[in-house]
């Protein structure tokens, strides 16, 4: 079932929505804080998982939550009236740092959480700067995870695969693309991913196997 959120223009309203709130907020960094990239994207999240129902209204965002550890799928999750469930991960970028490489989500994570239809992972960026101890905000994306192009993304060797944002400065978005398309190229990617971790895991098998026999034939006691 598509969502109207993003087939329509209403996901332009909320990164307008979102981007005007943020740029109107007074001072909330600290002066260590400021100085922190880490610091100032988590103050960024929460001041966002605070408010994000109240930036969207409640007439679009439904059974708000915003009870997720910190090391869940999302910051935040919600649903809207037809039913549909988003489940919303917030990432920052300091436009003026030369590059970052954000974990967006396991590819397991988002495979079993796609088996239904309904359910949408969706991507909220915040690109910004800091101006004394203001956040200045340049852009917003607010998009599900298939809309972003794979020339893009990358897979990192964490668990099952970590997708990633391969620089931050540096998002491709394909408005529209289909859900199907999209996690046929995932799981192309996997394909070529898996036998490059297993030809690691093969090399770094072999290295330890030789540290020791080296240790082995060291003398003294074991």
Request: hydrophobic letters at 35%; charged letters at 30%.
């Amino acid at each position: 079932m598509k969502s109207g959120r993003f087939f329509t223009d209403e996901y332009k309203t909320i990164e307008r929505k979102i981007k005007t709130f943020l740029n109107e907020q007074k001072e909330f960094l600290s002066g260590r804080t400021v100085k922190s990239t880490r610091a100032v994207g988590d103050a960024i999240e929460d001041i966002l998982s605070e408010n994000f129902q109240a930036i969207v209204g409640d007439k679009h965002c439904v059974n708000y939550s915003s009870d997720f550890p910190r090391r869940a799928m999302a910051d935040f999750a919600f649903d809207d009236r037809d039913s549909r469930h988003y489940r919303v991960d917030v990432k920052t970028h300091r436009v003026s740092t030369k590059f970052n490489m954000p974990n967006l989500t396991s590819v397991r994570s988002l495979s079993k959480f796609y088996e239904d239809d309904k359910n949408y992972f969706v991507v909220l960026s915040v690109a910004y700067d800091t101006e004394g101890l203001r956040v200045v905000v340049s852009e917003v994306k607010f998009v599900p995870i298939e809309f972003l192009e794979w020339n893009c993304l990358t897979i990192g060797a964490l668990g099952w695969g970590q997708i990633q944002i391969a620089n931050a400065n540096r998002i491709a978005i394909k408005r529209n693309q289909s859900r199907k398309a999209w996690m046929l190229q995932l799981c192309d990617h996997l394909s070529e991913f898996y036998p490059r971790e297993m030809k690691k895991i093969g090399q770094r098998t072999e290295y330890f196997a030789k540290v020791r026999r080296r240790w082995e034939a060291k003398g003294g006691p074991s």
